[in-house]
């Protein structure tokens, strides 16, 4: 496996928006995606066959901050999606996005959506890290908050994600935990 970079990936290809998509979860600093090489390619030959814009070769996606891995497969109509080897049967989807499911997630940006492959239910997983108010000099009261991507943060908590079903409806998400309820 050959270690592919996302942070310059070209433009209107499946890496640019894998990127996108991974990045309103982690920095893209802390997510690994992994690209099957050419077997007896040599290292130059190998990275620039792994790195194919359309995401054939794509094998693992990993962050490791998280503890989430991803698998890439095809789907049934030829797509690559990313399977989740931490919780069966789950994908990360844009397909359930209707307006009723973006005004869901409206406030939660940093979120990815999952969907069940069998069923179709879908979930929303979201990161647990710190929200905080910044300091604006200009206007001290603010309601702002930002999301503090430290490592000191995950290192206190017990479980670096939550995951929340959302109903059949699409209108409200249902935790699981105390934990998760009081996150959200």
């Known amino acids: 496996l050959v270690l592919v970079d996302l942070l310059h990936a ?3 290809s499946f890496l640019f928006s894998l990127a996108s998509v991974l990045a309103r979860v ?3 600093a802390h997510v690994l995606a992994w690209a099957r090489a050419p077997a007896g390619a040599a290292d130059d030959e190998a990275v620039a066959a792994a790195c194919k814009p359309d995401g054939s070769s794509l ?5 490791p901050r998280l503890k989430l891995s991803f698998e890439a ?3 049934p109509s030829g797509d690559v999606r990313l399977y989740s080897l931490d919780h069966a049967d789950i994908f990360v989807t844009n ?6 499911t973006a005004r ?4 939660i940006p940093h979120s990815l959506l999952l969907e069940h492959a069998s069923n179709g239910e879908l979930q929303v997983m979201v ?3 710190l929200p905080v108010r910044p300091l604006i000099a200009t206007y001290p009261f603010s309601t702002e908050l930002v999301l503090d991507r430290g490592e000191k943060w995950l290192e206190e908590i017990d479980n670096p994600y939550y995951v929340y079903k959302i109903h059949v409806s699409l209108s409200f998400l249902s935790a699981s935990t105390l934990a998760s309820a009081l996150y959200l």
């Open 10 to 12: 070209p433009p209107e």
């Open 26 to 28: 982690e920095q893209l």
């Open 59 to 63: 094998a693992l996606v990993q962050c």
């Open 73 to 75: 497969r095809r789907g």
């Open 95 to 100: 397909g359930g996005r209707f307006a009723s």
């Open 104 to 107: 869901l997630l409206e406030g």
């Open 127 to 129: 990161p647990a890290f």
